[in-house]
């Protein structure tokens, strides 16, 4: 008899698996928490609360559509459900979101694994790069991207006891933790992680990471760039954005999506209504992912560190320090 | 008439009384569940003994949310809501919105209006009642055409599946839908053997014979599984030029003419049509 198949992929570092071990922690003191899934549970970190808390799991089978309006049920009778899925597929229910939980004020959290070119392999119908616009334009809908396992454990601890629905992106692939322990975590509010008095770098979710490293580079090359963490892409961090359109030249956006609609375009918002300083998005452009490793596809599509610290020099030679 | 059958007429007047008004909204679908409605809140559901400002301790969605004018008129029935207020349906300051709506309405549960939703939020009501061991009920009214909605057998699949013997819905069964007759936009049929076979207790009546809605809604079946009721009704029931037509689906403006003849035909006075236009 052959041996059952390992699952492609190293789980342990990645923003899901955080999302699954402190929810099912969380459950213990708890007892509303209810997660929900789509038969993804080994993919989303779901599978630890099932293991745990057998009778709060709620499988709905692959039918995403029902699974979000289920959610915003159980929260009408007191509950505090967690939707798990792929973020592609939380988008399947989109309409579901919009009516019976954002326009209904449901205290249903949405959690969506696989974001971005973070999914890697599976290729592009699997790396959601829609999401954050296609959430952040709901009414009422609160929008985080934790950048490692130690903030998703502190943003979970946060939207537990946060009363209204929100969506949170997790991530595939093992990231390196950005922090040493757990931080606090306040929704609203961004993170100053670099100080610096050339160039803004804004950055989320995986992209945090490559953001950092590129400005310990730099520093080391005498380029003093500031680095901004944006957990909170909605409601966005407007002081700490216009400080920085105060006290740098550009700011640079960073982020495993589409430069339409997601952090980019909410930095862009806040510049376009204060003094200002010139923005620049990495993102993607207006293109579709394809099958890699998360980090090959960041360098193909020039979301690495690199094409970060390139796109830095650019920048400064643009508009000068 | 028996009380209900009454106030079912009360109701039906009062819809067509607030479309008139609003100059828009569907009256086929709202006349054609009245019946329905009207014997689920007066005799079927519990009274509201825990909060005064809903309608009911038990649970009800109208995932056939543009049929919301008769709930409103049967909230007013049931004194939850101003008579008085009706007359504002639709309107810029008004309450009541031209489908259910929390924010402007928190006695109902969950927004409805895009067909299929409110019946997965009760199938989720109802899986919390069974987590909690609650004896609560919960009820939901489908339209006919709604049922041509993926969701609604994702919902419909998972209700079985989860063996939610707490929800009861309802269809209502006009066999119309916005543009022509089910038969010719999507064939239903044979619907009792759909929901049979998604592992739902199949029942079906007259939905505007008051004694078998009340028999069918309070039947305790002793059943593991989901209810749905069949309720066969008449679109635009009650106003003889609506009952069958497409037409009077909605969204529509009734002129002056249209109105009087409405109220006519459901059997309204001359001095209650006076009485209406004095609220």
């Not at chain 1, 609160?142 to 009363?163: F, G, I, R």
């Not at chain 1, 933790?177 to 008095?197: A, H, M, S, W, Y």
């Not at chain 2, 919105?97 to 939020?121: C, I, M, N, R």
Request: charged fraction near 20%.
């Amino acid at each position: 008899m052959s041996k059952a198949p390992t699952l492609v992929g190293q789980q342990s570092d990645s923003l899901r698996e955080a999302f699954g071990k402190v929810i099912s922690e969380c459950a213990n003191s708890d007892p509303k928490v209810l997660v929900l899934d789509a038969d993804v549970a080994g993919g989303t970190g779901a599978h630890h609360f099932r293991r745990q808390h057998e009778k709060r799991f709620i499988q709905c089978g692959i039918a995403e559509q029902n699974m979000i309006g289920v959610a915003a049920g159980l929260a009408t009778v007191g509950f505090k459900p967690f939707v798990t899925t792929f973020a592609t597929f939380m988008l399947r229910g989109l309409e579901q979101i919009r009516l019976s939980i954002a326009y209904s004020q449901k205290n249903v959290k949405l959690i969506a694994s696989h974001p971005g070119l973070d999914v890697g392999p599976d290729g592009a119908s699997a790396q959601c790069i829609e999401d954050i616009a296609c959430m952040r334009a709901l009414p009422g809908m609160t929008v985080l991207s934790p950048c490692d396992a130690w903030e998703v454990q502190a943003a979970t601890k946060t939207l537990l006891n946060y009363p209204g629905p929100a969506y949170m992106r997790t991530g595939r692939s093992p990231c390196p933790n950005v922090f040493t322990q757990e931080p606090d975590f306040n929704i609203g509010k961004g993170r100053l992680l670099q100080d610096g008095n050339t160039v803004t770098l804004i950055s989320c979710g995986v992209m945090t990471h490559r953001a950092l490293a590129a400005s310990k580079e730099l520093a080391a090359q005498g380029v003093s760039v500031r680095v901004i963490h944006m957990p909170t892409i909605k409601p966005i961090d407007s002081v700490l954005i216009i400080q920085a359109a105060n006290e740098t030249s550009a700011i640079i956006s960073c982020e495993d999506h589409n430069v339409i609609g997601g952090l980019g375009s909410a930095v862009a918002e806040v510049l376009a209504e204060s003094p200002s300083v010139p923005l620049f998005r990495m993102g993607l452009n207006e293109t579709i992912g394809r099958s890699g490793e998360p980090d090959e596809l960041a360098t193909f599509y020039g979301l690495d560190k690199e094409s970060i610290k390139s796109k830095v020099f650019q920048v400064i030679e643009k508009v000068g320090k | 008439m028996t009380t209900t059958e009454k106030i079912a007429q009360q109701v039906r007047k009062d819809i067509i009384w607030s479309i008139y008004h609003a100059k828009s909204g569907h009256p086929g679908g709202s006349l054609s569940c009245s019946d329905i409605l009207t014997v689920l809140f007066h005799r079927v559901m519990s009274p509201n003994k825990s909060n005064k400002n809903r309608l009911s301790d038990d649970y009800f969605i109208l995932s056939k949310g543009h049929a919301t004018p008769a709930l409103y008129a049967v909230a007013a029935s049931k004194g939850l809501i101003r008579r008085a207020d009706l007359k504002t349906l639709r309107a810029i300051n008004s309450p009541l919105q031209g489908h259910p709506d929390v924010q402007h309405t928190p006695w109902v549960d969950v927004s409805t209006g895009s067909l299929g939703q409110g019946f997965s939020v009760a199938v989720g009501i109802a899986k919390g009642l069974q987590l909690k061991n609650s004896l609560k009920r919960v009820f939901t009214l489908l339209g006919d055409g709604e049922l041509q909605e993926g969701q609604l057998w994702e919902g419909a699949m998972f209700a079985g599946h989860h063996k939610l013997s707490q929800l009861t819905a309802i269809v209502d069964y006009n066999k119309l839908q916005s543009d022509a007759t089910n038969k010719q936009i999507c064939n239903l049929e044979p619907l009792a053997d759909k929901w049979r076979t998604f592992g739902w207790n199949v029942l079906a009546v007259d939905g505007h014979d008051h004694q078998q809605l009340l028999t069918t809604l309070m039947a305790d079946t002793a059943s593991t599984q989901p209810k749905v009721i069949i309720a066969h009704t008449v679109k635009g029931k009650g106003v003889d030029y609506m009952e069958n037509m497409p037409l009077w689906h909605g969204s529509v403006t009734l002129s002056e003419q249209q109105y009087i003849d409405a109220m006519t035909s459901l059997g309204c006075s001359l001095a209650e049509l006076e009485e209406y236009q004095n609220v």
